[in-house]
Structures are given as structure tokens and as C-alpha cells.
């Protein structure tokens, strides 16, 4: 029985290190490799691996070589049964203003293994309050904005929700 607790617990140290030691810096660019197949470039970042994630600060994002945005924070922390990604400061360019909002302060995505048909999504800006899920088995995405304030640029987007008064996005992917 003492065997089988120390190979247990062996293998527990052995993926938790693994994990800690990745290559997630690696793992960032193979993912802007695969976004700039469709046309997004990720450029001017600062990548930072840290113990339990990534952090890029400062990133310009451009789509077919427009710039169309600037992230001042991106955290991406992944527990095995809990993943996190925070945006801190999006702000839209001037020419995506009237397609977009203004700015997003904050935005948080997560993904836990205690709801894993699901994806939670929370945000502020300058359009209010944002509150969104992921269900990934229908494939779909719904963003409810329950008390706007500056929506004009994406209120044609958007539809009014009868029962709570608020706005919501939705679309299937």
C-alpha cells in the first residue's frame, strides 16, 4: 500500500512540476502563429511566463494590418481544474469606435471542470456591466448587458430583453 501512495503522489509532484516548468511562452507564439493564418497579429507585446501562467502587457492587435485595438494586461492563469483570463484596459481604435465600444476596463473569462459545458464571462466598460456564458455544447455565446449606459456604437447588435429591461448579444458559432 506504501508503494502505491508514493507512486501516486510521484506522479502528482511529477505533472505539477511539469506544468510550472512548461514552455507556455512556446505555447503564446504557436498561438499568434496560428492567428496571423487568419489575418490577426498580435505585436509590440511583452511576455511574461509566470509560475502558474502567462501575462502580456502592452499589445497592439491588428486584423488585415489595421490596428484595431491596444491591451494594456492579459493574464492567462490555468489550474488544471480552473482557468482564468483577465483583460485589464481594451481600448478600441478610433476607426473601430462605431463598431465597437470605447473601451473594456475589465474583463474576466473562466472555465472550471465543475461546470465544463460552460464558459463564464464578466465584464465592465464604458457600455456598463457585462455578464456572458459559453455553452459549448449548443455553441453558443450569450452576452447580456443589464444596465447599459454608452451602447449607441453597439446598439445595433444588440437586442432588448423583454423581461429584465437589459440588452443581450447572442450568436451561435
Do not use: C
Not at 507512486?7 to 496571423?36: R, S, T
Not at 494594456?72 to 465597437?100: D, R
Amino acid at each position: 500500500m506504501q508503494m502505491v501512495k508514493r507512486i501516486i503522489g510521484a506522479l502528482l509532484l511529477f505533472i505539477i512540476l511539469l506544468w510550472i516548468f512548461a514552455p507556455k511562452e512556446e505555447l503564446y507564439y504557436l498561438l499568434e502563429k496560428k492567428l496571423k493564418q487568419e489575418n490577426i497579429v498580435i505585436a509590440h507585446e511583452h511576455v511574461k511566463d509566470t509560475w502558474i501562467g502567462l501575462k502580456i502587457e502592452d499589445a497592439d492587435i491588428y486584423l488585415k494590418g489595421a490596428k484595431i485595438a491596444h491591451i494594456e494586461s492579459l493574464n492567462i492563469s490555468s489550474f488544471f481544474l480552473y482557468n482564468k483570463i483577465s483583460i485589464l484596459n481594451l481600448e478600441f481604435n478610433k476607426a473601430m469606435q462605431n463598431v465597437a465600444p470605447k473601451t473594456i476596463d475589465k474583463t474576466t473569462i473562466l472555465y472550471s471542470i465543475v461546470d465544463p459545458l460552460h464558459i463564464k464571462i464578466d465584464g465592465e466598460g464604458s457600455f456598463g456591466q457585462l455578464e456572458g456564458r459559453v455553452t459549448l455544447k449548443e455553441r453558443n455565446i450569450k452576452l447580456m448587458i443589464p444596465q447599459p449606459k454608452d451602447i449607441q456604437s453597439i446598439k445595433k447588435f444588440l437586442k432588448k430583453d423583454k423581461t429584465t429591461g437589459g440588452w443581450f448579444y447572442e450568436t451561435n458559432y
